[in-house]
């Protein structure tokens, strides 16, 4: 954490505000593009093996392709983008959000060193969504405008489809969606283990609690020799002894025994 506040220090100030809003309007400005040349996408999605051959600005230039390009994706994809650019702007700020974007671009590249796999980039902007997720869960958007979802039932769905893609994929798509989505585990990853962790505490805790509020309840007898109570076991017989003590059976036993 503090490495990453010293970078924004030194960086900050190089950080483009609203980067996705930024990368929408391209999105906007490639989906008219692409009804004027159907053939336009090909041109800048990330290729590893065209990438080798000198097309390097697919490097970068896969992440200004829209993600559909039917009139539904300029209503619903566009205002989506929009909120999670404005969530992610809140929860991070400009630098974090630059950087998780960077991230993506500099794994997704190195993943093309691994898998010959081509892509549009969709495994990272599932990752950009999955993060607003973890931020802003229970936001609701209108699915194709008239269903009400929650953002983390879309996020869970999203994970869903990624997690069947990499079980029933190639090892060259496998290694594609691994590199795409490091930032995202490596941003959520620990925090989501320390999660795991403290949940289990908390549980743990809850029930030693609970197990000593148990033994607090009111009880009629205590056995004065081993502190049992009716409420310990039940099956225990009290009674009051020459000396005035109450003992339980099993201590008055015990105490017949001894010499
Ligand atoms: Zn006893």
């Known amino acids: 954490?503090?490495?990453?506040?010293?970078?924004?220090?030194?960086?900050?100030?190089?950080?483009?505000?609203?980067?996705?809003?930024?990368?929408?309007?391209?999105?906007?400005?490639?989906?008219?593009?692409?009804?004027?040349?159907?053939?336009?996408?090909?041109?800048?999605?990330?290729?590893?093996?065209?990438?080798?051959?000198?097309?390097?600005?697919?490097?970068?230039?896969?992440?200004?392709?829209?993600?559909?390009?039917?009139?539904?994706?300029?209503?619903?994809?566009?205002?989506?983008?929009?909120?999670?650019?404005?969530?992610?702007?809140?929860?991070?700020?400009?630098?974090?959000?630059?950087?998780?974007?960077?991230?993506?671009?500099?794994?997704?590249?190195?993943?093309?060193?691994?898998?010959?796999?081509?892509?549009?980039?969709?495994?990272?902007?599932?990752?950009?969504?999955?993060?607003?997720?973890?931020?802003?869960p229970d936001q609701e958007i209108l699915l194709f405008l008239i269903l009400p979802v929650r953002i983390k039932w879309l996020a869970m769905l999203t994970a869903a489809g990624i997690g069947f893609q990499f079980l029933g994929g190639t090892g060259a798509l496998r290694w594609h969606i691994l590199f795409s989505l490091l930032p995202f585990l490596v941003t959520f990853g620990p925090g989501f283990a320390r999660l795991m962790k403290h949940r289990g505490e908390v549980k743990e805790r809850r029930q030693r609690f609970e197990a000593a509020s148990r033994r607090e309840e009111a009880w009629f007898h205590k056995c004065t020799i081993c502190g049992k109570t009716e409420i310990d076991d039940p099956a225990l017989d009290f009674r009051t002894t020459a000396e005035g003590d109450e003992a339980c059976d099993k201590c008055r036993a015990k105490k017949k025994d001894a010499p």
Not at 101 to 124: D, F, K, M, R, Y
């Open 1 to 136: 954490m503090s490495l990453l506040v010293s970078l924004e220090q030194k960086f900050g100030r190089f950080a483009i505000p609203n980067l996705v809003r930024v990368l929408t309007l391209f999105h906007v400005l490639n989906w008219f593009l692409i009804r004027w040349s159907p053939g336009f996408p090909e041109k800048l999605m990330f290729v590893p093996a065209l990438i080798r051959q000198g097309e390097w600005w697919r490097l970068v230039s896969y992440l200004a392709l829209p993600g559909g390009s039917s009139i539904l994706w300029l209503l619903l994809g566009v205002p989506f983008l929009w909120m999670i650019n404005d969530g992610l702007e809140q929860a991070w700020g400009s630098f974090r959000l630059n950087l998780f974007i960077l991230g993506g671009v500099v794994c997704t590249a190195l993943g093309g060193l691994v898998s010959p796999e081509p892509s549009t980039g969709w495994a990272l902007w599932a990752g950009l969504l999955m993060a607003f997720a973890v931020y802003f």
